[in-house]
T-cell receptor
Framework: EDQVTQSPEALRLQEGESSSLNCSYT??????LFWYRQDPGKGPEFLFT???AGEEKEKERLKATLTKKESFLHITAPKPEDSATYLC???????????FGTGTSLTVIP | NAGVMQNPRHLVRRRGQEARLRCSPM?????VYWYRQLPEEGLKFMVY????????ESGMPKERFSAEFPKEGPSILRIQQVVRGDSAAYFC?????????????FGEGSWLTVV
């Protein structure tokens, strides 16, 4: 069964304390892996798309990487404004659906 | 605002009433997706539409829920005879072409509360 699992469920970091969020998937024939950020009461905001193992994307303090089984979202020297829920999604083989994990809730403490 | 527009942002309905949620895709986008997010749960796919066509409705409940995307006007998600369990955030997303390999962009959501 296609599945996306994100860990940890919640993460508290001190400002400046770097860490990584994990997204493991079991979808066969991956057609794309996506990272989104969601703030409370808001819609998901697109961050990155990764298509093949070994690919990396960066944006400010965030860096996303992809292997054949999982993706990592690395957060370097986070700031309180990075606090949000980070969602990972994959495209199912039909191409019609994005399948989302349940997210990692990140809190960065000043 | 060139983003995905959803309205209403918040909607309160009594049990048994109808709820209509509207979504206008980003300019130039002809594909619309509806997702539902329950408290403490992830986003769940409901339906994928193109103009005047339902492409994939495998995530839609069999009863009371329907969606359309007419040639003119916004996409509408309609929930008839709402029940407490329908209380959730409903998100619309759009893309210019088929989702496969392409990013979908979300609106700010419509929060439905059934009392």
């Amino acid at each position: 069964e296609d599945q996306v699992t994100q860990s940890p469920e919640a993460l508290r970091l001190q400002e400046g304390e770097s860490s990584s969020l994990n997204c493991s998937y079991t979808v066969s024939g991956l057609r794309g892996l996506f990272w989104y950020r969601q703030d409370p009461g808001k819609g998901p905001e697109f961050l990155f798309t990764l298509y093949s193992a070994g690919e990396e994307k960066e944006k400010e303090r965030l860096k996303a990487t992809l292997t054949k089984k999982e993706s990592f979202l690395h957060i370097t020297a986070p700031k309180p404004e990075d606090s949000a829920t980070y969602l990972c999604a994959v495209i199912l083989p039909t191409g019609n659906q994005f399948y989302f994990g349940t997210g990692t809730s990140l809190t960065v403490i000043p | 605002n060139a983003g995905v527009m959803q309205n209403p942002r918040h909607l309160v309905r009594r049990r048994g009433q109808e709820a209509r949620l509207r979504c206008s895709p980003m300019k130039g986008h002809s594909h619309v997706y509806w997702y539902r997010q329950l408290p403490e749960e992830g986003l769940k796919f409901m339906v994928y539409l193109q103009k005047e066509n339902i492409i994939d409705e495998s995530g839609m409940p069999k009863e009371r829920f329907s969606a359309e995307f007419p040639k003119e006007g916004p996409s509408i998600l309609r929930i008839q005879q709402v029940v407490r369990g329908d209380s959730a955030a409903y998100f619309c997303a759009s893309s210019p072409v088929l989702a496969a390999g392409n990013t979908i962009y979300f609106g700010e959501g419509s929060w439905l509360t059934v009392v």
